[in-house]
């Protein structure tokens, strides 16, 4: 494998939802990468699939979704896989924090146990063994190790359940983290932890995909942004580009509404984001936007493209992007 080789390669995903009514085309075409020691956010307005392409890349879909498109881990496709290496991948290599912390812990064991079964399982160790490791693994994100490991998820409070989760999640220094919305609902604290951790891993050599809300944090963490929109990405670049030159009106819509860079929060913008079901071929932002010209009313929508004149890895799909900066 080749140093430019990114750990996680997600190429032209498509996921759909079969419903009782019509099919819901969630996610339509997504690719992104993930290098080691990178991380690229995935942001975009509530329902516009973000967190449906975090879950295909686990393989964590409901039975009601289908989908196609390839997952390259360390450049093999997930689908190739034998169960062993599965197993592997999905267990150490790559894992997940939710934003929901108590539906992702075991409720009926208490907290040290089974905060010792990766060690156990993927590691080979003893009981013992495992137990202390756990303990080591507890002690980095919560103070109050010993009461904790006795404690069932339910006698957590919400911060605390949330640094067990998150020191579960990456007790085994996985290669690749994908945290979704991993700040929402937090109080100050335990966000500024949560970000802490985060950098830490990253630091390690952990690429992470970060699927947020916050700005924020975006604009802290992220060294690239994928912006989507009802299902596809409309926008790419490193993160100062995006915040700086925001080429899809779109973007420049939702960078435009913020605050502050530091502080902000994605306020709503201007109409709603379209029914999936009922997508027509043109751009889905097209009733939202106010440079649309003939060509998107006419033509399908276009697919990401290199921007002229920007830097290396900025791309767009718009027949008519933004032609000034939004700062300078
Ligand atoms: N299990 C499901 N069954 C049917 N539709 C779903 C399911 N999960 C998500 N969806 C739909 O898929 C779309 C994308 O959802 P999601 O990936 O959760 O978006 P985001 O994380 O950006 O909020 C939404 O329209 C949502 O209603
Ligand atoms: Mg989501």
């Known amino acids: 494998m080749s140093p430019a080789t990114p750990v996680l390669e997600v190429r032209d995903l498509h996921v759909t939802y079969q419903t009782d009514e019509e099919p819901i085309p969630a996610v339509r075409g997504v690719s992104l ?47 190739s896989m034998d169960t062993e290496e599965l197993r592997r991948v999905r267990g150490r290599e790559v894992s997940v924090i939710f934003q929901d912390a108590l539906s992702a812990l075991t409720p009926t064991m208490r907290v040290g146990e089974q905060m010792a079964e990766p060690f156990r399982i993927h590691l080979g160790m003893g009981h013992g063994e495992a137990m202390q490791a756990a303990r080591t693994a507890l002690a980095r994100v919560l103070p109050d190790v010993d009461r904790v490991v006795d404690s069932y998820p339910f006698q957590l409070s919400g911060g605390m359940a949330q640094r067990v989760m998150i020191a579960m999640a990456t007790s085994l220094e996985p290669s690749v983290i994908i945290a979704d919305e991993p700040t929402a609902n937090l109080d100050p604290a335990v966000r500024q932890d949560t970000l802490m951790q985060l950098e830490r891993l990253r630091d390690g050599g952990a690429a992470i995909l970060l699927i947020t809300h916050d700005f924020g944090v975006v604009a802290r963490l992220a060294d690239r942004v994928s912006v989507m929109y009802a299902g596809a990405l409309v926008e790419e670049a490193d993160v100062r580009t995006t915040f700086r030159a925001p080429k899809h009106p779109y973007t420049f819509g939702l960078l435009g509404s913020l605050p502050t860079l530091t502080g902000g929060r994605l306020t709503p913008m201007r109409g709603h984001p379209p029914d999936l079901a009922t997508l027509p071929p043109e751009c889905p932002f ?43």
């Open 33 to 79: 990468s993930l290098h080691a020691g990178e991380i690229v956010a995935l942001v975009g307005e509530s329902a516009s699939g973000k967190s449906t392409v975090g879950h295909s890349i686990l393989g964590l879909l409901p039975g009601s979704a289908t989908s196609h498109g390839d997952v390259f881990f360390r450049g093999t496709t997930i689908a």
């Open 286 to 328: 097209l009733p939202r936007c106010n440079k649309a010209v003939g060509r998107c009313r006419q033509e399908p929508a276009p697919g990401l493209a290199p921007v002229k004149d920007s830097v290396p890895g900025h791309r767009v799909a718009c027949f008519n992007p933004m032609a000034v900066p939004l700062r300078d």
